[in-house]
């Protein structure tokens, strides 16, 4: 099936691995320009620049696209207008955007900070306003459509048992906000639809499976752990033309966990 993506721009947040790093990939195969947004917070001792380098070599010489490492924080909004201006710069107007980055610190409540709570809403929830609202900015003012997918949870209906209240509700959050803009920006072409992965084989799940994989294969009807690549072919997928009468739609990715 044609989807009908070569040529377009995308800007996929937390795109360096993981997730981010699948859909970048998958992008990519379909012909798509791709501009990897990376955290690079030298003050929290944290630059994830050298992976999206070399994620940006490998779309480069397999699928012929130009790809982007930038750098910056989501949660930063003078950051994420210097994404979508060196996007632009460097790929051509922005078509998709692709909100991934993320973080799941465990705490239980009765332990969890206030600093806590605020730094994972701040990223998880508060980045994606700010680059969806870059993205309707620039959109609006041109008259252009575009395409956000949004990376939600399971967490975000089912809450969390394994000390991950804070990513729930910043999960839970972002499935609110995305209805609300879907519904805002419909008329003027603009799509917002979200993707609701589970279990995936991610360095942010790896310690968590590492320590009791079979308790969360007891929550999977599919019996088994998503390969990043699965959920990043429905994100694709959304951020295509044959997603065009699909607007404020969660996906379920979750091999059952969800069903909804």
Known sequence: MDLNLKNRVAIVTGGSRGLGRAI???????????????????????????????????????HGVKALPVGGDVAREA???????AAERELGPVDILVNNA??????FVRDMSEAEFTRVLQINLVGAFLTCREAVRRWLATKRPGRIVNVTSQAAFHGA????????????????????????????????????????????AREALTANEQRYLERIPLGRVADASEVADVVVFLASERAKYMTG????VTGGMLMR
């Open 79 to 85: 950051d994420i207008e210097r994404l979508f201006a």
């Open 249 to 252: 739609a969660t996906v379920d």
């Open 102 to 107: 993320g973080v799941w610190p465990t705490a």
């Open 161 to 204: 048992t394994s000390g991950h209240a804070h990513y729930a509700a910043s999960k839970a959050g972002l499935v609110s906000f995305s209805l609300s803009l879907a519904r805002e920006v419909a008329p003027n072409g603009i799509h917002v639809n979200l993707v609701a992965p589970g279990m995936m084989r991610t360095e942010m």
């Open 24 to 62: 970048c990939l998958g992008l990519a195969a379909e012909g798509v320009k791709v501009a990897i947004s990376y955290l690079s917070d030298p003050d929290a001792g944290i630059d994830l620049g050298d992976e999206a380098a070399e994620l940006a070599k490998v779309i480069r010489a397999g």
